[in-house]
DNA sequence: TTGTAAGCGTTATCAT
DNA sequence: ATGATAACGCTTACAA
């Protein structure tokens, strides 16, 4: 491994002016520093960024912290905070949580521990309440799913908003007994639940049936599936994330029912898979690439400044009425 | 921030006998264990990792430099290694190229720097020519696309047998004209192509088309228009990658012809979207779990073993017959 | 069984 | 404009 002292030795400097050219530092002779760099080029060094780090005390690296990287969602926002750190020359270390608090516990620590500089992190339930006194000694910025009483940037949807615009237009279009199937890992989903049962009591309606269940497709099958074998079966289900979206529409399926005609499906977030199937899924579709752009905004705006207060930056879903949710037929 | 200095004061022992505690590393006195324990704990003690590896000249970390993580078949990838890696207490950088070579260039440089233990890579065709003399002097794994000349661990798929056998279903079921659609970014196109030649060949028959575009949905939909919309149309398109089947799909659907009665499509890797749409994609699914954690144990076996020779390992793809190619109407 | 001290590759301070 | 040197936090000979 050739260092810097290998460099200054063949440049005939101390490893001081190196580190000056490499960090284009004045005062240097700009002759001095045709040399440093004619050394540099020549052993081909690179800067070992671990050791910068060390004296630093800092990285250029954020950890993104998600519960599963195979949802769209933070699939989507892995590649928008990826993109949006690499314009800045950072680099992300992205860290699976699997909904699972120990894990999101380890990585946090794993992060801190390996100095970054940020971490952009979507925790779920279950880490606000048994880590509700983890302190954040990095800079942090909470993405999708909010926690109570911390003092901390975070980029979040109106879910309440959202929920009830998507069961304002299943209303619109006719349906009246809507199951509602929500997740139960993360502040999202009781959320969702309260604008969508808001736009229900607004309209003197109550939910067909308000559920909460794990957010995996396998959950949302076994939901749907008891939702739809019951006597009295909705003409509609609200979920609150694709994962559950995909669980219902493959009860649907297998019940060989009917969408919409038997019955509509509609949720949160876009997937490949429902824009193809026919007809397409009504959701709300999340500015992913806006969050993400947002987070690592955020993070830098507090990396230049530590001090300023936390701000929070809700941001709007966008509804996409598609077949799955098309107007009754009587 | 506190240090291995702090628990040596606070425990009464020197920095020395912290450290060997913590690597458990006898000899060493079970009350002096004691003490330093009760110390490290006391005082909310994390090793800093970056000391650590500057000190070691190496990481638990491993890089894994994809092109792209929105494609399924990354994504699950991603997952395998993360668990793998997880379960050897590693952690992943992951790194997104977009096909670019350039960013390739710029993350296994990154990856060098940041001193991981290794490095697994799907190196785009680009790469291959222009960095054909890149030295790995970190220990790396290819998967999914080879490099010729290269002597490196890898696990791929046997990419002609699959591309054999998906074509030969084709046949069986009654297809005789079909076009190819081949991506060019790296060493599977070419491959998948060649067993679709040889099967079509070993038949007496020759492709409808064979074209090689870059992996993305758009061009998938681009070419497949092209063909669709010719006076002589294919009764089959024979995909080399879920993004062209993608886009071969939303192509089809455009023209509104029905699948698999005017024409046949089939494809490459397991996505939600070719299990939902009706009928469902036939593909070769290949074994993602598999190949990752493959990959990260031979990652593993050459840590240990720096010297033994290179091993490639070549996993056979299933193929899932499905709708999409079902025996064609007279 | 434990302590001392050197050194990993940087950068920043203080001289020169 | 440049050089010497200490320090970042850790591990590991070597010494005690």
Redesign the interface.
Known sequence: ?TSIKDVAKAAGVSTATVSRVLANKPPIRPETRERVMAAIAELNY??????R??RA?K?AKIGLVVSD??NPFF??I??AV??AA?EKGY??????TDENPE?EML?L??L????VAGIIFSPTNQFCTQAADFHFDIPTVLIDRSMQNKEADMVLLDNVSAAYELTEHLLANGYRKIAGLFGDASTTGPERSQGFKNALKANGLSPFSVEFVSPRIRSGFSAASALLQGADCPDAIFTSNSMLT?GA??AI?EFKMNIPGEIALVGFDV???G????PPITVIAQPTEEIGRTAVELLFQRLSNPNRSARTVILKGNLLKRGSSAVRAK
């Open positions: 491994m690179r800067p070992n960024l671990v050791a780090s060390l005390q990285s990287i195979r699939t989507a892995g590649r990826e993109d690499y680099s992300v270390l992205m860290c699976n894990k990585y620590n794993l801190h521990d390996e100095n995909a529409f493959q399926r997937t490949e898979w824009e193809f199937v026919d």
